[in-house]
T-cell receptor, first 113, second 109 residues
């Protein structure tokens, strides 16, 4: 079946602009996670959704970052007034409710000039 | 101190070698444990879950010691296709994953 998909695959933006990143989880997966991987850094957790609620948003780096999920499916991660340090690969993962494997999408590579 | 620490690598080994990766974690509330594999510029993919009883999947053996908060991965008879970055990962409540920095493995002919 279809895996996790993310769009766009690449995004180049100018400092100060807003960007929206989209994640389509695997159908039926109730849990959705956002992570980011900066150059030379490990993956870091950003936020997690169970259904449309976000029980844990502790990893969002600043109030410029926000995310929402609608209909228990698609999620968007929005970064306002982008800065150069926001450049990274943003990865989305989904899994079924309860224990289970997280399946990752291919990521969105964000470059802020 | 990072929550999940791994051998820094890179590991350069010949085909057929046995290679071991070690990892320690600091959060005693960690609930689940994994090794993920990440190929260059690709997303991470689950290699195997890790259990206290130890588990094996072909040439791969993983071990967890909860008392010492230590996780290991052993790869036997390494293949060229094993070249990748290996990520030690712990799961917290809700499924949030905490990743180590990764250890790069390069298997040479």
């Amino acid at each position: 079946g279809a895996g996790v998909s993310q769009s766009p695959s690449n995004k180049v933006t100018e400092k100060g602009k807003d960007v929206e990143l989209r994640c389509d989880p695997i159908s039926g997966h109730t849990a959705l996670y956002w992570y980011r991987q900066s150059l030379g850094q490990g993956l870091e957790f950003l936020i997690y959704f169970q259904g449309n609620s976000a029980p844990d948003k502790s990893g969002l780096p600043s109030d410029r970052f926000s995310a929402e999920r609608t209909g228990g499916s698609v999620s968007t991660l929005t970064i306002q007034r982008t800065q150069q340090e926001d450049s990274a690969v943003y990865l989305c993962a989904s899994k079924e409710f309860g224990a289970g494997t997280q399946y990752f999408g291919p990521g969105t590579r964000l470059t802020v000039l | 101190r990072k929550e999940v620490e791994q051998d820094p690598g890179p590991f350069n080994v010949p085909e057929g070698a046995t290679v071991a990766f070690n990892c320690t974690y600091s959060n005693s509330a960690s609930q689940s444990f994994f090794w993920y594999r990440q190929d260059c510029r690709k997303e991470p993919k689950l290699l195997m879950s890790v259990y206290s009883s130890g588990n094996e999947d072909g040439r791969f053996t993983a071990q967890l010691n909860r008392a010492s908060q230590y996780i290991s991965l052993l790869i036997r008879d390494s293949k060229l296709s094993d070249s990748a970055t290996y990520l030690c990962v712990v799961g917290l409540q809700g499924g949030k994953l905490i990743f180590g920095q990764g250890t790069e493995l390069s298997v040479k002919p």
